[in-house]
């Protein structure tokens, strides 16, 4: 197999950062107003046993480490902003402005209830080679799972920060959002089939 080929299958074709999606399958959606998104991180802590002059080191747990951060774009329609206020009410913040609000508290099921499933998608090209006469229009549609090459779905997710973004004279930057999602850990799917330890 050459490892660069500029044709024919089996050449090296490298996964890209700019091929991605995130859905939050309790948002509707806000695949398209994504600018950025970091993809989970694991660690395996070690535990050492002395004896004499030697140290031996052991795998020990396993932690899904750091959350991950998902930046947007704000927009009139969709509203980012409104949808994850809403997700954050939705979680059981209530403004502490009656008994009410201040007895009331967030919980995780309602948390994780709020997004629902959080899946990052890394895209691939999608190039198909065409039968002859066949308009590449015709065959234009939107993302399938052909063009899905790996799917991370975080398993208990939830928001730990929204920053609503900043508002500036100087400036006529896009405003943007930023949240952090923790979750207890994630599984990963490539082309439809889950890796298996």
Known sequence: MPFFSDSGPGGFQPKRSFR???NFTELGDTRYMVTDATKPAVA????AHTIL???FNFPGKATWTSPVTINFIDAIDPNIGSKFYNALLNAG???PDSEAGLITGITKVQSTSALGEVRIQQLDGGGIILPAGVDPGELAGPVDDTMIIETW????AWIQSIEWGKLAYATDDLVKIAIKVEYDYATFDTRGEV???
């Open 93 to 95: 913040y209530v403004s």
């Open 153 to 156: 779905t975080l398993k208990n």
């Open 53 to 55: 002059n030697h140290t």
């Open 195 to 197: 890796l298996k330890v």
């Open 20 to 22: 991605f999606l995130v």
């Open 44 to 47: 395996i802590k070690k535990t």
